[in-house]
């Protein structure tokens, strides 16, 4: 009863929480006439991503390591297929030619850099599957370069759209919104998810599909949040930058910090979820680039879905 009540508080933190951030974020992105997009790569893909941080380190750490790869996995293919999809079908979403030409596959790329990282053991027999140290710090190498390029991204060339609102408001307040926004995400997200996996658990569900899905979801909600109210408030460029930077923060920090923590071996039915997750990234490029407007459109976005559903109906038929 208690965990129904505080999953109930959690909800309605999520939705206020993202309210509160995607506020913030705009005011700030106004103020330092940087694109949106900037600060959703950033300040808000890391702030919705704290979850899957904090659960994966703690999943390496206690050996938990099918929570901790399934959580990431399981996430990044909820960030497209479930929270894009929701948030295309609440308004269509248009990516800036940046975006689509740089961003994006460079989180196709995180992608196979993934897959080619756990299969050492296809050219290597005596290396076994999965990441260790010397791959962890690769990827956080490249989140590294990630991280040089987005700050690298030029400011605004033509003078901001006039916003009485973000102008009269004052830096503090804004960074105010954006960490209160986080705190409730945080809290609400671990309330719902501490609820979700214990029924989880005594329904039998297995530790690598709760990691891939209960958790995943889960710790997804903050994304899934963020972005809905940022495509409610038609902030195209913090919905889409909020999933993509997640995707890239998830696998290249999240993942690369975990191997150093504890190897992660990867089991070879993971190899599915690791195709989805690559799948999820050019799906998403595909729908983006070969439209003229660069719109992921309500047609677009409830094909999205489709696919999640199949995804978890396919999990759950075979385990």
């Known amino acids: ?14 939705l206020k929480g993202a309210e509160w951030l995607v506020t913030g974020a705009s005011i700030i992105a106004y103020k330092l006439r940087v694109t949106p997009i900037v600060i959703g790569l950033t300040i808000v893909a890391f702030g919705t991503s704290t979850p899957e941080f904090t659960v994966n380190i ?54 196979t850099l993934l897959i080619i990282l756990v299969s050492d053991q296809l050219w290597d027999k005596t290396e076994s ?9 690769v990827l956080l190498v490249f ?12 400011r605004k060339k033509e003078e901001n759209i006039p916003n ?27 309330w719902i998810v501490d609820g979700a996996v214990e029924f989880a658990m005594r329904l039998g569900m297995s530790e690598a599909l709760v990691g891939l899905t209960v958790v995943a979801v889960g710790t997804s909600l903050p994304e899934l949040a963020t972005s809905a109210i940022a495509a409610y408030k038609k902030q195209s460029d913090i919905a889409i930058g909020n999933v993509v930077g997640s995707n890239i923060f998830n696998t290249l920090l999240i993942l690369g910090s975990s191997a ?27 729908f983006l680039i070969l439209d003229k407007n660069h ?25």
């Open 295 to 319: 719109t992921l459109g309500r047609v677009k976005g409830g094909m999205l879905l489709i696919v999640y559903v199949g995804y978890i109906v396919f999990l759950v038929l075979s385990t």
């Open 260 to 286: 150093l923590v504890s190897p992660l071996p990867f089991r070879q039915e993971y190899y599915f979820d690791l195709m989805t997750n690559f799948l999820a990234s050019l799906l998403l490029w595909l």
């Open 129 to 137: 599957l999965g990441l260790g140290i010397t791959d962890g710090l």
């Open 143 to 154: 989140f590294l370069i990630f991280l040089i390029y987005t700050f690298r991204i030029p």
């Open 58 to 111: 703690y999943a390496a750490y206690i050996g938990n390591t099918d929570i901790a790869i399934g959580n990431i996995l399981g996430s990044n293919i909820a960030n497209v297929f479930l929270i894009l999809g929701i948030s295309a079908i609440i308004f269509p979403l248009t990516a800036l030619n940046n975006t689509v030409k740089k961003e994006i596959p460079f989180s196709l790329f995180v992608a």
């Open 164 to 190: 009485p609102k973000a102008e009269s408001a004052s830096y503090p307040k804004a960074i105010g919104l954006v960490v209160l926004g986080l705190a409730s995400l945080i809290l609400g997200g671990k």
């Open 1 to 14: 009863m208690i965990l129904f009540i505080l999953s109930v508080i959690g909800l309605i933190l999520l």
